[in-house]
Every structure is written in structure tokens, then in C-alpha cells.
């Protein structure tokens, strides 16, 4: 098992902080657009070296993005940010008439999205999101996995041209993927071979997977582990070549069992691959206050978790 070193934690969003930062130094075009979360989008070196460049639109989801979608008419490469839940939930009707209907090159970027929001509470999270987005035509998923990967995937989004979602997260967490890693939006990335049973996560449940993996081999289970970290467009050809040597699939991620990371599996193997399939998701309900690591236990989102369903699998492959 190849192992992935845990080069200190830190939080995802810092990891967008530094992407724009280095945006902002490299690339004119490029703008940023907040709604009163300057601090918490970690916009903040942004806007001190770019004031002319920078929006604060105040608590105005849907003016940012009208306001953005005008912009890219004249060549600007728009980034807004605001939390997950503010950035869809609030404004689906912009995005969908104003950004994906009308092709505009807008890269939507939330924050603080899932459960680990933590002890803001049911109202300010959102697992909803993957699936409100993923079901707009043209639009690009991303749901990255630590601070490296984070700012990776903001670099990459200002290269790439169409409307696209780029969600990460508030709480600190390892940082494992190398720093010189490249981003290539719609290609997996395959961290662990193995032969018994596939892990396919995204998002804060890359780790988790990963720490899995090591618990599972120790019991003699080969787990094969791949971050999918664009949802949209799937890297489908990833998913086939691994479960069609494993022979079942265990997804991970910190959404919605509906709509999610493990939906699109599914729907990749219903096509070409029937294959038994096991969820780490929440079970369709709403969140609830507490601290990240107590609501990611409470609703199962966990490495633990991730080896149970593993058991689960490999009982019905048998």
C-alpha cells in the first residue's frame, strides 16, 4: 500500500485563499466577488493587492451572481464565494438562467459546506449541493480533499472555460496530496491498488478512506482507493477499470445519500457494470450543531464507517 503522508492540517478554504492569491498576481482577468464572508473565504490577501479587481457585494447572493455572469461578457474570469449553502441552495434560479443556460464562464466557490460547518447548524449546512449543481447542464462539479488539492483546482478552474462549482470546506484537515500534484479536472486520481473491493470518495472522506484502507489491510482486504474529485464530468472510465477487477464498490462522501458522488456510480454501473454497491452518505435528513468530528460520527461519515460498509460489500460479492 502506497502511503500518503499527513504533512500537517489545515483548513481547504485557506487552500482557495492561496489560489486566488496567486490568481490575482498571475492572471488580469481574473476577479473576485464576495457577499460579506471575506474572512471566512479567506479573500482576504485577494482584496489587499487587488482592491480594483475585488467586489464586496454584501449579503446579496443573487446580485453576485448576476453581477458576475455580466462580467464575463467583457473577457473577466468571475470567482464567487460565499458558504455551500448560500452559493446554491439561496440563488439556483441565477445560476441556472444567469450562468448555465447562458454558458457564462462563472466559477461558483463555496465554503463551509457539508456537516462540518459544525455548530452553525441544519439552516447554514447544506448536503444538497453536488446534486443541485451536478443536474444543471454544462456545469463542472469539483469537491476537493485538503488544502494542496484546494488551491490546485482554483488554479485550474481560471484555465478552464464554462460555469463551474468548486466546493471545500471550514474545518482543518490533513494535508496529503502533494503540493506539485496537477489538477486535472475530470481525472481521478488512483491512491491505493488493490483487488478485493473499490473505495471511491471525495471530499473530506479522501483521508478517511485512505486511513480505511490501512485498517482493512491489516485484516487482509485489499481495498483499492480512488479520489474522485470532480464529480462532473465523471471520470467513468476510472470506476469500470477498477471495479471490473474488484468486483464491488464502497462510495464516501459528505452529502446526501440522494444526488451525490455514489448516485453517479451508480448510474455508471447500471449501464455498464452491475456491481454490489455500498453507500457512506448521509441517510436523506437534514444536519444539526454540534462539533465536525461529533456529526461526522453521528451520521457515519467516518473511517469506521467506510470499513463497515466494506464488510457490507464483500458479503453480498460472495
Not at 474488484?246 to 452529502?255: I, K, P, S
Not at 454501473?269 to 454497491?277: G, V, Y
Not at 435528513?285 to 454540534?290: A, I, R
Not at 466494506?310 to 460472495?318: D, G, I
Request: with cysteine; glycine share 10%.
Amino acid at each position: 500500500m502506497k502511503k500518503y503522508n499527513n504533512t500537517g492540517s489545515k483548513d481547504t478554504r485557506s487552500g482557495f485563499g492561496a489560489g486566488m492569491a496567486e490568481l490575482g498576481d498571475t492572471n488580469p482577468q481574473v476577479v473576485g466577488l464576495c457577499a460579506d464572508l471575506i474572512g471566512s473565504l479567506k479573500f482576504d490577501e485577494f482584496k489587499k493587492n487587488h482592491p480594483d479587481r475585488f467586489v464586496q457585494v454584501g449579503i446579496a447572493e443573487a446580485n453576485m451572481i448576476g453581477i458576475a455572469a455580466g462580467m464575463t461578457i467583457g473577457g473577466k474570469i468571475p470567482f464567487t464565494g460565499t458558504f455551500a449553502n448560500f452559493s446554491t441552495g439561496r440563488v439556483y434560479d441565477q445560476i441556472r438562467q444567469s450562468v448555465a443556460y447562458s454558458d457564462k464562464n462563472v466559477k461558483i466557490c463555496a465554503s463551509h459546506a457539508g456537516l462540518t460547518l459544525g455548530e452553525d447548524g441544519a439552516t447554514h449546512q447544506i448536503l444538497e449541493d453536488i446534486g443541485l449543481m451536478k443536474m444543471l447542464p454544462g456545469m463542472t462539479v469539483i469537491n476537493t480533499c485538503d488544502y494542496n488539492q484546494t488551491k490546485a483546482a482554483t488554479l485550474a478552474l481560471a484555465a478552464h472555460h464554462g460555469p463551474a462549482y468548486l466546493r471545500f470546506g471550514r474545518p482543518v484537515v490533513p494535508n496529503f496530496t502533494p503540493a506539485d500534484e496537477p489538477f486535472e479536472i475530470g481525472k481521478a486520481i488512483l491512491l491505493n491498488v488493490g483487488t478485493d473491493v473499490t473505495i471511491i470518495a471525495t471530499g473530506h472522506l479522501v483521508w478517511e478512506a485512505l486511513v480505511a484502507a490501512e485498517s482493512l489491510e491489516a485484516q487482509g482486504i485489499s481495498a483499492e482507493v480512488i479520489n474522485i474529485h470532480t464529480i462532473k464530468p465523471l471520470d467513468e472510465a476510472a470506476i469500470l477499470t477498477s471495479v471490473q477487477k474488484t468486483g464491488c464498490v464502497v462510495t464516501a462522501e459528505e452529502h446526501n445519500i440522494l444526488g451525490g458522488l455514489g448516485e453517479s456510480v451508480s448510474g455508471v454501473l447500471a449501464k455498464h457494470l452491475p456491481s454490489p454497491q455500498e453507500f457512506v452518505a448521509v441517510n436523506d435528513s437534514f444536519g444539526e450543531s454540534g462539533t465536525p468530528d461529533e456529526l461526522m460520527e453521528k451520521y457515519k461519515l467516518n473511517r469506521a464507517s467506510i470499513q463497515e460498509a466494506v464488510q457490507r460489500v464483500l458479503a453480498r460479492k460472495k
